[in-house]
């Protein structure tokens, strides 16, 4: 017989077992999916997960999408971690793309080392004042971050919509709804001729080196720990529980902003209306995935790419929509919540004796 | 027809604490009985396994001569025993009608029917069709009362009902549970109020410490009489020495208000007291009484006027709890798991939670573990802490080590004044001692503690003064000789 038990400590292995079995899972699911809509199940996989990364440029493609989603779901973690639900990461990119690819606009007929810089700091100071509104609003005057931060997505995609069609739109642009091309100091420079992956990677990277060291070194790290375990807690020790709330939003509001202009000038190299294939929703599914942890996040948003170049491969081969993508994310996610049900349970195997 | 409840025997066994021990009751209706006793004492116990929400670890019920099988809330109700909680379990946002039907299977417009029924018989008048949130306490109470009667129950179990009621809503269920005993339901009224309990119940049982004191017909009690048995007098010996405390003032509170937006938290009324060095203060009180308030307006996790608080000759009351902590003194929250310390992080980690600027845990905001771990075993040797892995997360550690862990590190700042709350709310006698002598210690090092505390007992063999708090409001602050367990079993009741 099987009894289920409460386990009493979580162990660490199971901890990070659980996203590889969802990942697992996922495939299963994935392979019978296939088998319905008339597809071999194994060829079909092979076209979604290895076909896409099996050369150099599909390598970099894999690098490419991984940056941003890396990014901004460290971003997310911070948030996460605290208790505090930002699911409007999407919204922050785009505000962060706008206000950097404004600024980039002004320099759109100057070159210069200094132009670059600026460009970037402008993405994260978007990314923050966007994430300040939804922290503003819940500290303040108890508002639910939740809907905030999500309808606020919507908003910054209009506001987008509007300057790439009214008054940003490129002059010489037969009215296509973009604007122009920035000038070469204005982008992100590639690692390598011909791949499309650039120093955006960096940004990434040093933001996992940077969130594991404030996180497990620092005493802010350890104020949003406390903090987010119980806000009881916090006011006892003396923590300024309201500035932690506000500070964690304009972190992950900045990781979403440079996301936004890692695409924008490296890529895309103007503004038009998709900056991001919800890149700031997927994070979210990387940031569980990956545990909250930054060397987890790392993998987690490979694993996720995978998925974005996948639908793509499955749609020209073998004319699958590419919103198989989507559905492929969307199991991860419920097969990582259904499998988290192993940390806190135990299958117990009893001999028919008892 | 008569009815007959019988408790045989009944044991609950937490750990580390004895809920019910070998309680035997019998209950016959036509009568209503009172369950006195304080927190803690296992009334809750008791009644949550007469409603099924607990199932006993040894003895049996009867109803009627017959055993009772209660396994889970709905056996109850399957066996027409009603219960009242304390809290209200009504949904919000759903109107009264749909609130009393649904968790019943028998057609809508009978019980429409039958509510209208009830409501006629007891003269009762609630808007079946408002959501239940536009309703005050009382008329909640009414809706749940209504619920119970649906089902026409045997047995009725108050839960403390009057605590959330006004003095009109109290007297008008009080009628109203007068008239359900004449119809011949069975009345267990659970309360620590003892004047309700004089002006109500036929038959009283008494409850201390999971064991049932007494069984007794009201005309042969008084208030004090009651008080005694729920408090406990025999206890009182073991006090402290008395010291000649010093005359030097510490902190002195002055006309300290607060007032609260959040309807289930008390407010607190013009509170004034002040302490000198080496001297404890306990304020005794049932709880819900403005505890948790004044002992949050004392840490400084409620923020009030500068002026109201005076310690060591600063005024200190715009502070916040790190802040005052620089000032040299210590807290000890009442909730050891969601506040004092945090269940998934290590022990060493909790103990960082006191910053104490001194100690350097943290330097140029970076973390010091190895000064933290070195503080942290420190602090188990000296306070018995029985572990030696200070890695071990603190949900591992039993209540009483926990507590030692949480009390030792408040005090090996070596603080001016302790204020704790229910130091030793839940822990085993082993564990109370070492709690006890500890504060004992800190008083003869002439450090003072204001102890808020729901156990008479501990309060009679700690303070040195002594006053009660009731509905946010202090009482005048007595000298712990001359207070008696009566006097405080009185005043705790709202009486004078």
């Known amino acids: 017989m099987i009894k289920i038990v409460k386990r009493d400590q979580p162990s660490k292995a199971i901890f990070f077992f659980t996203p590889v079995l969802a990942i697992f899972l996922t495939l299963i699911a994935g392979g019978i999916i296939f088998y319905i809509l008339g597809f071999k199940p194994f060829e079909a996989l092979k076209f979604f997960f290895i076909v896409p990364i099996a050369d150099k440029y599909g390598f970099s493609e894999l690098l490419l999408k991984a940056t941003p989603l890396c990014l901004i779901a460290i971003g997310l973690s911070f948030c996460f971690k605290s208790n505090n639900w930002n699911i409007g990461a999407e919204g922050q990119l785009t505000f962060g793309a706008i206000v950097s690819g404004g600024v980039a606009l002004l320099f759109y007929d100057q070159e210069g080392f200094y132009i670059l810089p600026i460009v970037i700091l402008a993405g994260a100071i978007g990314g923050m004042i966007y994430a300040s509104i939804p922290a503003i609003l819940k500290t303040y005057f108890n508002t639910n971050e939740i809907l905030v931060s999500l309808m606020l997505v919507y908003v910054s995609k209009l506001i987008l919509d509007y300057l790439v069609v009214g008054p940003w739109s490129n002059p010489e642009g037969f009215n296509f709804p973009e604007t122009r091309q920035f000038s070469d100091s204005a982008r992100l420079p590639l690692l390598f001729e011909g791949l499309r992956i650039h120093a955006g990677i960096f940004l990434a990277l040093a933001a996992v080196v940077i969130s594991w060291f404030v996180f497990y070194k620092t005493y802010l790290g350890f104020q949003m720990k406390v903090s987010g375990f119980s806000l009881k807690t916090a006011k006892y020790a003396g923590y300024k529980g309201k500035k932690m709330i506000i500070l964690v939003f304009l972190i992950s509001g900045a990781c979403a902003g440079l996301a936004g202009v890692g695409e924008i000038t490296g890529p895309i190299g103007q503004l038009h209306r998709e900056v991001s294939p919800d890149y700031g929703f997927t994070a979210i599914i990387v940031a569980f995935l990956g545990r909250l942890h930054p060397v987890g996040i790392i993998f987690a948003s490979l694993v996720v790419a995978i998925t974005y170049l996948g639908a793509e491969t499955a749609q020209i081969f073998m004319q699958i929509p590419k919103y198989t993508g989507q559905v492929f994310q969307g199991m991860i996610l419920f097969f990582l919540l259904a499998s988290d049900y192993l940390l806190f349970f135990k299958f117990k195997f009893i001999g028919s004796k008892k | ?496």
Request: with cysteine; aromatic share 6%.
């Open chain 2, 1 to 496: 027809m008569n009815t007959n409840l019988k408790i045989s025997n009944v044991t609950k066994i937490y750990p580390g604490c004895v809920a019910n021990d070998n309680v035997s009751l019998e209950f016959n209706s036509g009568k209503i009985y009172a369950l006195l006793g304080e927190n803690g004492a296992g009334k809750s116990t008791l009644v949550k396994i007469l409603s099924g929400v607990v199932i006993p670890d040894e003895g049996k019920i009867y109803l009627n001569k017959n055993i009772l099988k209660l396994n889970s809330p709905s056996d109850a109700k399957k066996n027409d025993i009603g219960m009242v909680f304390q809290h209200f379990n009504l949904f919000e946002t759903l109107s009264v009608f749909e609130n009393l039907i649904i968790d019943s299977d028998e057609q809508r417009e009978n019980l429409k029917e039958k509510i209208d029924t009830i409501m006629k018989k007891y003269n009762f008048s609630v808007d079946l069709d408002v959501p239940v949130l536009n309703l005050s306490a009382g008329q909640k109470q009414k809706v749940e009362i209504i619920r119970c009667l649906i089902r026409s129950p045997k047995v009725l179990i108050m839960d403390e009902p009057t605590s959330v009621l006004t003095e009109q809503e109290t007297s008008e269920l009080f009628l109203s549970l007068k008239k359900f005993s004449e119809e011949g339901i069975l009345i267990i009224y659970i309360t620590h109020k003892l004047k309700e309990v004089m002006q109500l119940c036929d038959e009283v049982a008494v409850m201390r410490r999971g064991k049932l004191v007494s069984v007794s017909q009201i005309n042969n009690e008084n208030i004090e009489s009651l008080a005694n048995k729920m408090v406990g007098q025999d206890l009182k010996k073991i006090k402290k020495k008395k010291e000649n405390t010093s005359s030097e003032q510490l902190i002195k509170i002055t006309n300290l208000n607060f007032t609260s937006e959040d309807p289930f938290e008390t407010n607190l009324v013009d509170i004034n007291f002040s302490l000198n060095r080496g001297e404890c203060l306990g304020i005794a009180g049932i709880s819900g009484n403005g505890q948790s308030e004044l002992f949050q307006v004392l840490s400084g996790e409620i923020i009030s006027n500068k002026n109201s608080i005076e310690f060591n000759k600063n005024f200190i009351g715009n502070l916040n709890p790190q802040e005052r902590r620089e000032y040299l003194m210590a807290f000890s929250p009442e909730d050891r798991l969601e506040q004092a310390a945090i269940p998934q992080m290590a022990i060493f980690e909790n103990v960082a939670l006191n910053n104490f600027k001194s100690s350097n845990f943290f330097n140029n905001g970076l973390i010091n573990e190895s000064k933290i771990k070195e503080h942290s075993k420190k602090i188990i040797s000296e306070f018995n802490v029985n572990t030696d892995n200070i890695d071990l997360k603190s949900q591992f550690l039993s209540g009483g080590n926990l507590q030692k862990l949480i009390i030792g590190r408040e005090l090996i700042t070596s603080p001016d004044l302790l204020i704790c709350f229910n130091p030793t709310w839940g822990l085993d006698v082993g564990a109370i001692n070492y709690i006890h002598e500890t504060l004992i210690k800190i008083n003869e090092q002439n450090k003072s503690i204001i102890l808020i505390s729901t156990d008479t007992d501990e309060l009679l063999k700690l303070s040195d003064k002594i006053s009660v708090i009731h509905r946010g409001k202090l009482s005048k602050i007595m000298n712990a000789e001359d207070v008696t367990s009566e006097k405080l079993g009185i005043l705790m009741g709202g009486g004078n």
